[in-house]
């Protein structure tokens, strides 16, 4: 049986415990592996680099993609994703605190599949989280991995 995982790739300490703070609360199940900027995420999911050995029977049901990240920005990530094969169909929901309407164009046009401003108040914040682990996590129907 396969293992799903949440892929939180973000930067900033203090987001990232809020991240999991909001997804503890509401009893997200799934386990969450965080990587702290875009290169590491790349690595993780193409299971390379520092991640070359990592547990492959590891799915990520979803990527929750910071913007403004070190080394790799998010936006690069994610056209890297859209592009390989075997990760052109990963859901990807950007999670950022970018108010740029060029950064929601961007997102959309490489193929994010959401895009969620995350709210300054926690109680919006846990709630945003809630609806995201209830559709992407329970309700979304995936498509069978491709070889």
Same mark, same amino acid.
Request: charged fraction near 25%; charge should be neutral; proline fraction near 4%.
């Given at each position: 049986?396969?293992?799903?995982?949440?892929?939180?790739?973000?930067?900033?300490? %203090?987001?990232?415990?809020?991240?999991?703070?909001?997804?503890?609360?509401?009893?997200?199940?799934?386990?969450?592996?965080?990587?702290?900027?875009?290169?590491?995420?790349?690595?993780?999911?193409?299971?390379?680099?520092?991640?070359?050995?990592?547990?492959?029977?590891?799915?990520?049901?979803?990527?929750?993609?910071?913007?403004?990240?070190?080394?790799?920005?998010?936006?690069?990530?994610?056209?890297?994703?859209?592009?390989?094969?075997?990760?052109?169909?990963?859901?990807?929901?950007?999670?950022?605190?970018?108010?740029?309407?060029?950064?929601?164009?961007?997102?959309?046009?490489?193929?994010? %599949?959401?895009?969620?401003?995350?709210?300054?108040?926690?109680?919006?914040?846990?709630?945003?989280?809630?609806?995201?682990?209830?559709?992407?996590?329970?309700? %979304?129907?995936?498509?069978?991995?491709?070889?």
């Amino acid at each position: 049986m396969q293992n799903k995982v949440i892929l939180l790739v973000e930067d900033n300490p %203090n987001d990232e415990a809020l991240t999991l703070r909001a997804l503890g609360k509401n009893n997200i199940a799934n386990g969450i592996m965080v990587v702290r900027d875009g290169a590491e995420a790349l690595d993780f999911v193409f299971a390379r680099g520092a991640h070359a050995g990592r547990d492959r029977s590891l799915v990520i049901s979803v990527v929750l993609l910071d913007l403004k990240l070190p080394k790799v920005d998010g936006l690069e990530v994610l056209r890297i994703l859209r592009e390989a094969k075997e990760t052109r169909l990963l859901p990807i929901v950007i999670l950022t605190s970018s108010k740029e309407e060029q950064d929601l164009i961007q997102g959309y046009s490489l193929g994010a %599949n959401s895009y969620i401003r995350k709210p300054v108040d926690f109680g919006q914040f846990s709630e945003a989280v809630r609806q995201l682990g209830l559709y992407w996590l329970v309700l %979304n129907e995936r498509p069978p991995q491709e070889r």
